[in-house]
Antibody, heavy 121, light 108 residues
Framework: EVQLVQSGAEVKKPGESLKISCKGS????????VGWVRQMPGKGLEWMGI????????RYSPSFQGQVTISADESVNTAYLQWNSLKASDTAMYYC??????????????WGQGTLVTVSS | DIQMTQSPSSVSASVGDRVTITCRAS??????LAWYQQKPGKAPKLLIY???SLQSGVPSRFSGSGSGTDFTLTISSLQPEDFATYYC??????????FGQGTKLEIK
């Protein structure tokens, strides 16, 4: 069974750093892209970026370029989303997603359960 | 960036009704269009991809159509479990993807 299991909820202060994780199982982790989607409270879905764990090819939405860092460690089948200096506006639910291909099936067929990040002083 | 505009933003309907949600792209996206369903407190779920292909396990009462810039999601006979928020997504230009703003389907 394909699963994406994300790390638990976080409460942080503005200016702090944070790294959340997404562990894939039930499939060959290095054969699929892993992406991240933000959902701010009461709002819609926003595409953040994506990584191909096999070679760490990483692409960002222009809205998130320079704001976050996406990485992956294929040895533990895990992708990460990282902030160096959190802002209150980073408060949101973050979902990781599996993405099959850049050429054919360009959709998010599996989603993690979400990680709620709260940034408050 | 390609903008995706859904309409309506919300709709009220009854069990058994036929419901249609529309998604318009700001430029042509060929067949690179998906629909997702999100229930409160849950992660979204892929329903339809490539405009009209049903994801495995999705009931056949869901269907998608359209081409170019205009697309629709139709639920032929609403069931209680279908009340949720629906999002369209374009994937025309990897990886510059965008979602529509969402359509909330509520019980009348």
């Amino acid at each position: 069974e394909v699963q994406l299991v994300q790390s638990g909820a976080e409460v942080k202060k503005p200016g702090e750093s944070l790294k959340i994780s997404c562990k894939g199982s039930g499939y060959t982790f290095t054969n699929y892209w892993v992406g991240w989607v933000r959902q701010m409270p009461g709002k819609g879905l926003e595409w953040m970026g994506i990584i191909y764990p096999r070679d760490s090819d990483t692409r960002y939405s222009p809205s998130f370029q320079g704001q976050v860092t996406i990485s992956a460690d294929e040895s533990v089948n895990t992708a990460y989303l990282q902030w160096n200096s959190l802002k209150a506006s980073d408060t949101a639910m973050y979902y990781c997603v599996r993405h099959q291909s850049a050429i054919t099936y360009r959709y998010f067929d599996y989603w993690g359960q979400g990680t709620l990040v709260t940034v408050s002083s | 960036d390609i903008q995706m505009t859904q309409s309506p933003s919300s709709v009220s309907a009854s069990v058994g009704d036929r419901v249609t949600i529309t998604c318009r792209a700001s430029q042509g996206i060929s067949n690179w269009l998906a629909w997702y369903q999100q229930k409160p407190g849950k992660a979204p779920k892929l329903l339809i991809y490539d405009v009209s292909s049903l994801q495995s396990g999705v009931p056949s009462r869901f269907s998608g159509s359209g081409s170019g810039t205009d697309f629709t999601l139709t639920i032929s006979s609403l069931q209680p479990e279908d009340f949720a928020t629906y999002y369209c997504q374009q994937t025309s230009n990897f990886p510059l993807y965008t979602f529509g703003q969402g359509t909330k389907l509520e019980i009348k």
